[in-house]
């Protein structure tokens, strides 16, 4: 039964829309940006930057105020990378995707913003914050010896009694 459902899943079609294929221009020290609006399905906001003139240019994706967990993703298209980024839009809502322009000089980069719903695997694993992850390293470790102890409590005093008549050595 459940590899039937992870077949299905896997044969779902995913749908992309193509919200912004453009190249942008951005005055120098400004910033230009697309709204991506959300208005039910959670989708996956896939950004690719190609940077064609100019040299201090950033990429950000803002989700909405309302979305749980700020995050601020960055991506400097200087860097070319083969694959777009791939920003997870669990809640509904306003996505803003902001070309930023840090230089003197004008720049120019070619955008492309796609929203891909239905994509199987779509959640992004989640890190925990440091203090909270050394938290549950050491209660995982505070547990691990004292099944350790416990059992050593059981099994050890096996080991020390004389074994029933009739046996063999063990040699």
Sequence with gaps: MIRLLALLLAAAPVQRVVLVDETVRVPPRSAKGVTAVLQQERAVIEVSCRLVEGDEVLVVVLPPPGAGARRVVY?????????????????PGEYQIVVDNKGDSPAQAVLKVTLAFGVPGAAEPLTLPPR???????????FLAAVGWVSARRILPLFRRPPPPGLPPLS
Excluded: I, N
């Excluded at 400097?76 to 791939?86: A, E, I, N």
């Design 75 to 91: 991506m400097d298209p200087s860097k070319p990378r083969d694959h777009p980024y791939r920003y997870l839009a669990a809640a």
């Design 132 to 142: 909270r992850r050394s938290v549950v390293l050491g209660l995982s470790l505070l």
